[in-house]
């Protein structure tokens, strides 16, 4: 009695054609500008999140874009940074901008301005 094994899928042997350019998280990008701002006022982790009223562990998976942080930990650190949160919000939507690489830049500007409401 010969038994029925399933068939395995066929593995292809040439090379995966390289996948365009994924457009970088919102959070991201976010993190990398509080972490350029906090750079920029020479303070240590510590001492900003000391401000914004988190612990310097939750600042950090912010700034490496770990963490979905909500709107109100945003606006605490971008109190604790001197920036508003209007002007956070339009250096991170501009940051995205290059990355769209030609692609509709309508309907991701209104989704960032849509974030900043």
């Known amino acids: 009695m010969a038994s029925s094994m399933p068939s395995r899928p066929a593995i292809s042997r040439t090379a995966p054609e390289p996948s365009p350019a994924r457009e970088p998280l ?4 976010l993190g990398e500008r509080l972490r350029g701002l906090r750079h920029e006022r020479g303070e ?5 999140a000391s401000r914004a009223g988190v ?5 950090s998976e912010i700034e490496r874009g ?3 942080p ?9 109190g604790a940074l ?5 002007d956070l919000t339009l250096a991170v939507a501009e ?4 990355a769209q690489q030609g692609a509709s830049r309508g309907a991701t500007c ?8």
Request: charged share 20%.
């Open 26 to 29: 919102w959070r991201q990008v």
């Open 95 to 98: 940051s995205l901008r290059p």
């Open 44 to 48: 240590k982790l510590s001492e900003t």
């Open 55 to 59: 612990s310097p562990q939750y600042l």
């Open 82 to 86: 001197d920036v508003t949160l209007v």
């Open 110 to 117: 209104s989704a960032a301005y849509a974030l900043a409401a």
């Open 70 to 78: 909500s709107s109100e930990m945003i606006a605490a650190v971008a």
């Open 66 to 68: 770990v963490k979905e």
